[in-house]
């Protein structure tokens, strides 16, 4: 261990951010590094004995200063008291070859990351840089925090890296063509409102490429065949230079492999060979057979170089074509208590159904973004089209006390679809103040959408009653339907008010704002429906059913907000921040509703008070950690709609009925939510720890409920009422730590989840309170010997409990749980090989109290080759012990429901692998001096500058 304190040599005060750093001295490998705190003070621990080590401390403006030294058993801490740097007054014109590269640095606000300081594979990636980079955390769920904060945003020469998603620039990118990494935390100017505090602040990530390697380009190509028929085959190529990002992916597969657009098919294809969410596998939790065809394409272009990602002036677009095709087979169990006033009983039904469905999808999205440091303007277009065609049967028999035939239903379906979708948002945003909100200060935010539809399809059910008195329904029965759907809403907020009416009085620091939110949205609905005749074999119009109708819906949100933020400091000692805002608005809502039904034509108004309230409280503690509370109240109203008003009733459905009524009130809710996260936040901390807490609880009055009769044959008809109140409650709790030793990694994450609901119904006339509880409890853990090894394990706890209480205070509790164990391994021996395998056990304890057991078992064996490793073979097996099934559980209110679905089961699977890559070109004599300044000391950061965020500290953010 060697420690000490970092001063200047002529004033005597300590150095902070001062970068002290310890190498071999063999072959000037890194050990270990930290930087000063704000005392100066040092401690670097984890160094070898019996090894002649170099110790450097430099800091801009200052001298370097070195020694070697050596420890042993008997001296294992090596203290250098104080540490004088001289100012560096000279200006050095020669060439200087520093072979002591500092890793990490204070640039100002800018936390500056050297990747020449690392000795890494010729093959690295950007991420397997920071995994060796003290005080960066990549988090198994790909989350990146830096000293204890997430960021939330990672850039490349300022700007976005084909998308949003980290991965494509941390897994593709290689180490060698990165000048520098820095990490800021400035001001979110895309927020609406802003409070000016750490509720604004955004952690960016900007990796500045190398002079020489602002071009080049790196894809993936793959193709596998498989046993059982089964095969997969992928196409990614993404090029770059400073202006422009064009990026091409396809996909062929009928393995799961789930590709829902352009960002995830190219996420799913990055170069670095392990990749902690499994991007682009198998999914085994996809119900059914399924193929995938897809084709996608992105587009990128800045009308400037700038890489300041507070400055940004482009435009981007993709297109996305997709066909999948799917064989689904669903086994479901239904148990549900029946507190009948003569004899309670248990109503038990099980439905087997069989869906084929194929679908063809097309989109394309373009979007416009000019941002200059506090003034924001965005403009979105989206389009898509969709052709889906369905075929389903299905056969239900019910059963009253498990043993008394109930009643059987027999149905089949085939549908064709066809819709197109039109959308239109942005938002423009002017938030610059400094002192306080100035008079200019406002935003606005709007969106049009269109869709329209048209679906033909025809039903055949038959359903017999086996108790009372056997009978049979049966229908044939013929739908078409055209929909139309057109939205707009506009947002404003205003937030210069106490400027325009008070001038320079600061009205006790109080700011105020004006808001309005407005929403149009009009439906109309054309349905002809038709019913087989069986004696003239024509079908015939349906009268009861065929109807035009179209509703149209206005809401109108206007308020006045009143808030303040106090705040008290001690530079780099503490910040902390008190919040307060109150929100007085009302909600205005009319409703029109025209139909050729007569019944069905009404127009109502309704204004409704709708309060907010907040407090948040933070406080950041330099070096140390940061600590958040935040209370808010917020109230909303719903207003019936009219299929619950006047629903159209469709008797093709015998086990479930719903009956309107047009004497429902709107429902009104108050909804309270306490939130609090503690976070670590100290310099180059090899340990890192985050919490959080959220609970929830709502209260609404006039909710929508129920009285439903369930018939002996297992059939339900439903009438809506309001009831008194529905309460509502849900609680968090996830927690985090990451510890290294050495080039050792562990991490553990708990995520605990309550959510239940307490209301209550009428069944066959008598009051049913009842009690939905959902408890979710998942612990991981994993562990990563660095280029090595890695495993994580997982075990999950999934409870759906619903609990009845009937007239007499009886409880009947209908419940079911979930256990899931998951283990990933990863192994890396020898070299260029990979071994990977995962399992996942599942034990479901359905809704009939028997136990449903299934373990999935996958791996893989990958070998890499060809001078940048830019080859791959791999061997993969899927469910080896060909267990695959799905399971899904849901409870509410007096039933609970068990769900079993078909899923891909085993194969075997050889795939081929080339990655195509370049960046950059061939090194000039222009470059030389890049090069330079890559092995040494970072010149000054080109980003402006602001808070002293990554240290802890509090100040200015960044503009």
Do not use: C
Not at 762 to 787: H, V
Request: net charge positive; charged share 20%.
């Amino acid at each position: 261990m060697v420690k000490g304190i970092v001063e200047d040599s002529l004033h005597s005060f300590a150095l902070q951010s001062a970068t002290v750093t310890v190498y071999k001295k063999s072959d000037s490998a890194l050990l270990n590094y930290q930087i000063s705190n704000n005392q100066g003070e040092f401690n670097i621990g984890d160094l070898p004995l019996n090894t002649l080590l170099l110790v450097s401390v430099s800091y801009t403006g200052y001298l370097d200063f070195s020694r070697e030294l050596r420890l042993d058993s008997l001296k294992s801490l090596y203290d250098f008291k104080k540490i004088s740097l001289l100012r560096d007054t000279a200006k050095r014109l020669d060439e200087v070859v520093v072979k002591a590269v500092v890793p990490v640095k204070m640039n100002g606000d800018t936390l500056e990351i050297n990747p020449g300081a690392f000795k890494l594979d010729s093959s690295a990636v950007v991420e397997d840089m920071l995994l060796r980079v003290p005080g960066v955390t990549m988090w198994s769920d790909g989350t990146i925090t830096v000293n204890g904060k997430k960021v939330n945003n990672v850039y490349v020469d300022g700007k976005a890296f084909f998308g949003n998603s980290p991965e494509m620039a941390t897994q593709n990118l290689p180490k060698n063509a990165i000048e520098k990494i820095q990490v800021y935390k400035e001001k979110d100017y895309s927020k609406q409102d802003l409070t000016n505090t750490d509720l604004d602040s955004t952690v960016t990530m900007n990796i500045k490429l190398r002079p020489d390697k602002k071009k080049g380009y790196f894809g993936k190509v793959t193709a596998g065949i498989g046993t059982d028929n089964r095969y997969e085959g992928d196409l990614s190529l993404q090029l770059y230079d400073k202006k422009n990002k064009i990026g091409i992916a396809g996909n062929l597969n009928n393995t799961n492999k789930t590709v829902q657009n352009v960002q995830e098919a190219m996420q799913n294809n990055t170069y670095r060979s392990y990749n902690r969410r499994n991007f682009g596998t198998p999914n085994a939790n996809q119900n059914g057979l399924n193929t995938v065809n897809y084709f996608g394409a992105y587009a990128q272009h800045s009308f400037n170089e700038t890489t300041n990602s507070r400055f940004d002036n482009s435009l981007n677009g993709d297109y996305n074509l997709r066909e999948t095709k799917g064989n689904v087979t669903n086994n479901s169990t239904t148990v549900q208590k029946v507190p009948d006033p003569v004899s309670p009983f248990t109503l038990t039904t099980y439905n087997n159904q069989h869906n084929l469905s194929n679908t063809l999808y097309q989109s394309v999205n373009t979007g416009y973004n000019n941002r200059k440091r506090a003034t924001s303007f965005s403009l979105n277009a989206s389009y898509n089209w969709t052709n889906s065609n369905t075929a389903s049967t299905g056969a239900t028999h019910a059963f009253r006390n498990d043993t008394l035939a109930a009643s059987n239903g027999l149905n089949s379906t085939v549908a064709q679809s066809r819709s197109n979708n039109m959308n239109f948002n942005g938002y423009f945003n002017n938030n610059d103040y400094d002192e306080g909100i100035n008079k200019k200060s406002f935003s606005t935010n709007y969106s049009v959408a269109y869709s329209n539809s048209q679906s033909d399809s025809k039903r055949i059910t038959e359903f017999e009653s086996l108790v009372d008195s056997i009978y049979t329904d049966k229908y044939d029965r013929k739908y078409h339907n055209e929909n139309s759907n057109f939205t707009t809403n506009i947002g404003l907020n205003y937030n210069g008010l106490r400027s325009l009416l008070f001038g320079s009085y600061n009205f006790w620091n109080i700011n105020i704002g004006l808001r309005n939110n407005f929403k149009y949205n009009k439906s109309d609905l054309n349905a002809n429906v038709a019913d087989r005749d069986t004696l003239t074999n024509t079908y015939k119009l349906n009268d009861t059913l065929t109807n035009n109708n179209s509703v149209v819906n206005i809401e109108n949100r206007p308020g006045i907000s009143f808030f303040k933020t106090v705040t008290r400091f001690l530079s780099d000692r503490y910040y902390k921040s008190l919040t307060a805002r109150v929100d007085l608005q009302d909600q205005i809502v009319f409703q029109k509703n025209t139909s050729t039904l007569s019944y069905r034509n009404i127009e109502r108004n309704y204004s409704f008070f709708t309060p907010a309230a907040s407090l948040y409280y933070s406080y950041n503690r330099f070096n140390k950690y940061n600590f958040s509370l935040g209370l808010n109240r917020n109230s909303s109203a719903t207003a019936p709609t009219i299929d619950q008003l006047y629903p159209i009733i469709d008797n093709i459905n015998k086990y479930n009925t719903v009956i309107g009524n047009p004497y429902l009130k709107s429902a009104f809710g108050n909804t309270y939510n306490l939130n609090s996260n503690y976070n670590t936040q100290k310099f180059n901390e090899k340990n890192t720890y985050t919490a959080g807490l959220n609970l929830g609880y709502t209260n609404v009055k006039n909710s929508i409920s129920d009285s439903s009769f369930l018939n002996k044959n297992g059939g339900r008809k439903s009438y809506l009422i309001n009831i008194d109140n529905r309460q509502s409650y849900s609680a968090s709790l996830n927690g985090s730590a990451s510890f290294r030793v050495k080039k050792n990694m562990f991490q553990v994450r708990y995520n605990g989840g309550y959510n239940a609901t307490a209301a209550y119904q009428y069944l066959n006339t008598k009051k049913a309170p009842f009690k939905n509880e959902n408890i979710n409890n998942s612990l991981n853990l994993f562990y990563s010997a660095l280029e090595v090894f890695n495993i994580t394990i997982g075990q999950s706890l999934s409870n759906n409990n619903t609990v009845q209480t009937d007239t007499l205070g009886q409880k009947s509790q209908l419940k079911s749980k979930t256990y899931s164990t998951r283990a990933n391994f990863n192994l890396t021996v020898p070299k260029n090989f990979m071994l990977s395998s995962n399992i996942n056990y599942l034990n479901n304890i359905s809704a009939t109290n028997q136990s449903v057991k299934a373990t999935i078992w996958n791996a893989s064996v990958t070998y890499r080759f060809l001078k940048m490793k830019t080859a791959e073979v791999k061997f993969s097996v899927f469910d080896i012990l060909h267990q695959n099934k799905n399971i899904d559980n849901f409870a509410n209110n007096n039933m609970v429901r068990t769900t079993i679905s078909n899923g891909l089961q085993q194969f075997y699977m050889l795939s081929l692998t080339y990655y195509p890559r370049k960046f950059g070109g061939k090194a000039k004599g222009g470059n030389k001096r890049a090069g330079n300044q890559q092995q040494g000391s970072m010149g000054p950061s080109s980003a402006p500058k602001g808070m002293r965020g990554m240290g802890g500290g509090q100040g200015r953010f960044r503009r």
